[in-house]
Structure formats: structure tokens, C-alpha cells
């Protein structure tokens, strides 16, 4: 990421948003604006706006974090476990 990119995301999103997506963190649990809610439609990337996951596809996993069966689209979403971490 070039110097002004990262400066027009940390002027653009919030300070969680941006550790989230750019710094591999993640929200505290069950902390999620996101993580209850029911509402028809699509979730979205705060930083390209692809298409990440469909309301359809969310399920209660008694999760601390919103759950999906399935992502929309071919490598929008990339999956580590809790021993991994992205490179």
C-alpha cells in the first residue's frame, strides 16, 4: 500500500476498520455492529465494496463473530485459523 493510499483509508474508515482490515486484528468479541443483525442484503468490503457475503448465507454459529456458509465470490475471502496469520 503507498503512502497515499494508506493515508485516504485512515481519513476514510474508523481506527477498528482499519486494524481490521490492513493489520489482520479483529473486533473485540461479540462487539460487532453486524454480528445480530437479521436486515436482507449483502455485506460489503469497507475498503474495495466487493461483495463479500449475502444475508442469506449468515447463520447462528453461536460464534463471537457474524457467520456465513458461503462467501459470494471466487477469492474475495480469504480463510486462516486461530494458529495461522495472513502473509
Same mark, same amino acid.
Given at each position: 500500500?503507498?503512502?497515499?493510499?494508506?493515508?485516504?483509508?485512515?481519513?476514510?474508515?474508523? %481506527?477498528?476498520?482499519?486494524?481490521?482490515?490492513?493489520?489482520?486484528?479483529?473486533?473485540?468479541?461479540?462487539?460487532?455492529?453486524?454480528?445480530?443483525?437479521?436486515?436482507?442484503?449483502?455485506?460489503?468490503?469497507?475498503?474495495?465494496? %466487493?461483495? %463479500?457475503?449475502?444475508?442469506?448465507?449468515?447463520?447462528?454459529?453461536?460464534?463471537?463473530?457474524?457467520?456465513?456458509?458461503?462467501?459470494?465470490?471466487?477469492?474475495?475471502?480469504?480463510?486462516?485459523?486461530?494458529?495461522?496469520?495472513?502473509?
Amino acid at each position: 500500500m503507498t503512502d497515499s493510499s494508506d493515508a485516504e483509508l485512515r481519513a476514510r474508515l474508523a %481506527l477498528e476498520q482499519c486494524k481490521v482490515t490492513q493489520s489482520a486484528s479483529t473486533e473485540r468479541a461479540f462487539s460487532g455492529e453486524d454480528r445480530d443483525t437479521k436486515t436482507p442484503g449483502v455485506y460489503r468490503c469497507v475498503v474495495c465494496e %466487493l461483495d %463479500l457475503f449475502a444475508s442469506n448465507d449468515k447463520y447462528d454459529s453461536r460464534n463471537r463473530y457474524p457467520s456465513f456458509a458461503s462467501e459470494t465470490g471466487d477469492d474475495r475471502v480469504s480463510l486462516y485459523s486461530d494458529q495461522e496469520s495472513p502473509s
